[in-house]
């Protein structure tokens, strides 16, 4: 009996040391071509970029991939130890990763199936402070049964065009959000072409032209002026206010083909990371898991700290540097001057003077200079405030007009966003939680970029 248990015994060990080499050398056949010590680093990248773009059979015979990281990870080992290093040790027979770990991570898929097992490494990292690897997670989640639901598929991407420097190219555009206090929400977003760095955003209740605005405006009066626009062909973004604002400012307005979406595609990828990454933490009507955000206010702040202190922080897959770190290499940029970016901020109509001097505008009733009668004249105003109004007559200024009779006080398309009150969250990791918490500890030491303040216009009032 003991022989026979001494025997079992001495058998399983040897399954164990024949199984662990068996992996050092999988490990080494992966990684013998990328360790080449005479590689410089960009060659040594392309190898393991390609290494873990693709699928391999592990001694197990299961098909599996690797990540960069460990890929890297066991390229060091082995340069420290040779191959033994790349050996586990024999005594392993179970995983290294903790039960309750991988508990969680199962909860936090159960508890959202949309969420991605990046995702879950991502919110696991923030909670406990490290996680296991997302090949490990993406197993468990396989293994579990729990990849019923899958992600849409992502779009094609077109071209791999890329502008020479910052602030050459900006391309802006709108995603459908989730459902806040009851209603539907945009968000607006320009970012920099060559660094993808995002320098202008806004969630707003509605998508148009106040709300492009409210996006736009405080990223020239922050991040400088472009040299380029582009944008689709969205009823905001072919409104004249815009072509106006950016002549102004002496941008060029680029307008994409419709039904041809090529140039767009560093957008809609940043999209696709805004709705794997924050959108998906937002609790919507339809009983999804989340964030029950109570305020367009709080949206947007969780929001700027989730782009300043994970997306601009974080290394680009596509140009190998973090967006805002290779955005800051061209700087630094000139900014217009309040009062220029104000006066391109404006709106203006054309309207024909009467022969009683009067004018109006939506509504609205206005006296001019008794010269004007008869003209048709240019009128610039403020869209929260039409009780002040410039007039210009033949491309020169005349004066200001009087209001003879105000019924309207702000442009119907200025309209404005009331919140209203919703639910306290009462499940989950609070994942923007924690990210707004990271935030506001580095604000004290945030590079002053002065990314999101801008000097008030004293002729121009807030949006209400």
Known sequence: MIERLVGGWQDRKTRRLERAQAIGLFRYMLIREAADPTLSRRQRGALVRDLAAVTHVDPDGRTVRITR???????????RGGFDALVPSPRQSRPR???????????????????SAAQIRRIMAAQLGWAPDERTIQRMIVREGLNALQAPASPAVFGRFEADGP?????????HGPIVEGRKTYLFAFIDDHSRAVVGHRWGFSEDTVRLAAALRPALASRG????????????????WLLRACAKLG?????????????????????????????????????RPGRQITSLL?????????VENVYHRRVHTETGAAPLGRWMTGGPFPVPAPADLAEAFRWSEYRTVSQTALVSLHGNRYQVDPLLSGQRVELVFDPFDLSFLRVRANGQDAGTAL?????????????????????RPTTGIDYLGLIDAAHTRTLADKVNYAAFATEPDPESRPEQ
């Open 167 to 175: 602030n050459e190219l900006w391309t802006g555009d709108a995603l």
């Open 69 to 79: 990281w460990t890929l890297d990870r066991w390229i060091t080992d082995w340069r």
């Open 251 to 287: 941008i060029k307005l680029v307008h994409s083909t419709p039904g041809r979406p090529q140039g767009r595609g560093k957008i809609e990828r940043f999209f696709r990371t805004v709705n794997s990454e924050f959108v998906v933490e937002i609790a919507s009507g339809d009983g």
């Open 225 to 240: 002026v472009p040299r380029l626009v582009y944008v689709d062909n969205g009823s905001a973004f072919v409104d004249s």
């Open 403 to 423: 209001p003879h009779q105000i019924s309207r006080h702000s442009h119907p398309k200025a309209r404005p966003e009331t919140p209203a009150e919703l639910p």
């Open 298 to 306: 709080e949206m947007n702040r969780l929001f700027t700290a989730w």
């Open 97 to 115: 990763t903790p039960p309750e770990v991988m508990e969680l991570a199962a909860s936090l898929k159960k508890e959202n199936p949309t969420r």
